[in-house]
């Protein structure tokens, strides 16, 4: 593992939990933690200068969400996500948000516009400084934004997971496919349609922009992986119902 001065803590605000969280997810995107070989609480701990306690919270969250997992009295190690853990992270997501979106549009009140009217402007400020980081941040913020107004509380906590699942991924569509501002205008719609009401055109714009990142990342994830098979395919598999 590289010098602590390499990667600081990640979120400042955040509770250790998350920001060990944090750490694996940017550390697995960097390189400095590798899928497949074993690590201790105790790297990590060190690494992070904090105690083991919030180390081992961080790592069971992930182990529930998949993404790591425990080898007895050995350590723990990355599990690599494949395009198909991909493609099925998505089809939850699709389940997930887009009643939620139209649920969220069915009750909008004053308060939930202001909100989303200031997240989209936040989101667009970050575009435009290409602070990635801090846009996917606001990304995550809105979508939370909307599963809340739709009072889905269970599936807030469940897509949070799930959003770091695709992370831990290591690939992102920003810069290759699409810019950051592409990806605003594609939160626009839903931003539009729930704040006027509008519950069938929320569901359809959070089910196009859903789509079209899982489509992606799910390309992008076979591309990296060399593997051969059919995107598309893969993708209409396994989200066919959505």
């Given amino acids: 593992m590289t010098s602590p ?131 996917f941040a606001f990304d995550q913020e809105l979508h939370d934004l909307i599963l809340g107004a739709a009072r889905s509380n269970r599936g807030r906590d469940i897509v949070n997971r799930l959003r770091v699942a695709t992370r831990l991924l290591g690939v992102s569509t920003a810069g290759k496919q699409r810019t950051l501002t592409d990806i605003v205008e594609e939160h626009s719609p839903i931003i539009e349609a729930v704040k006027a009401g509008q519950s069938a055109k929320a569901a359809t714009a959070m089910r196009d922009h859903l789509t079209r990142t899982g489509r992606l990342l799910v390309a992008q994830a076979i591309a990296a992986q060399g593997l051969d098979v059919d995107p598309d395919q893969l993708w209409t598999d396994l989200t066919q119902d959505y």
């Fill in 5 to 135: 001065a390499s990667s600081p803590l990640p979120q400042r605000g955040a509770t250790l939990t998350e920001q060990v969280m944090d750490f694996v997810r940017a550390a697995v995107i960097s390189g400095e933690l590798e899928t497949g070989k074993l690590y201790s609480v105790y790297q990590i701990a060190d690494r992070l200068g904090i105690s083991r306690s919030p180390v081992r919270d961080g790592l069971l969250r992930l182990e529930e969400a998949g993404l790591v997992e425990f080898a007895r009295n050995r350590g723990f190690r990355i599990i690599p996500t494949s395009p198909y853990d991909v493609a099925e992270i998505f089809s939850l997501r699709l389940a997930l948000e887009v009643p939620a979106a139209s649920r969220a549009a069915t009750s909008c009140t004053p308060e939930l516009t202001e909100a989303l009217v200031e997240l989209e402007k936040k989101m667009r400020a970050a575009a435009a400084a290409d602070a990635e980081d801090e846009f």
